[in-house]
Nanobody, 122 residues
Framework: QLQLVESGGGLVQPGGSLRLSCAAS????????IGWFRQALGKEREGVSC????????YNRNSVKVRFTISSDNAKNTVYLQMNSLKPEDTGVYFC???????????????WGQGTQVTVSS
């Protein structure tokens, strides 16, 4: 059974950076597409970035395309989300999730971590 644990969240000033980690156990992450989602208070969960299992193609929502980078380290069974030039609107709980293929729809992801809070504020 695949288990995912996020870490790396925190409080950062606008313009700052954070690197989130999604560590897996129970199965190699390379067998799955791994997505990062976020959920702001009172809003729906939205897809942020995804890395596919087959060819490591990456996908990012438009609002984070030049600021966020998703990557994987198969040796460490971990996927990362490097977030630069953070804005207050990036605030939310960030979740990693696993699925067969990348998708913007959270319902297609069957495995989820518990989330890590990211707060961007001065």
């Amino acid at each position: 059974q695949l288990q995912l644990v996020e870490s790396g969240g925190g409080l950062v000033q606008p313009g700052g950076s954070l690197r989130l980690s999604c560590a897996a156990s129970g199965s190699p992450l390379e067998h799955y597409a791994i997505g990062w989602f976020r959920q702001a208070l009172g809003k729906e969960r939205e897809g942020v970035s995804c890395i596919s299992s087959s060819d490591s193609d990456t996908y990012n929502r438009n609002s984070v395309k030049v600021r966020f980078t998703i990557s994987s380290d198969n040796a460490k069974n971990t996927v990362y989300l490097q977030m630069n030039s953070l804005k207050p609107e990036d605030t939310g709980v960030y979740f990693c999730a696993a699925a067969d293929d990348c998708s913007v729809y959270a319902s297609t992801f069957g495995y989820w971590g518990q989330g890590t809070q990211v707060t961007v504020s001065s």
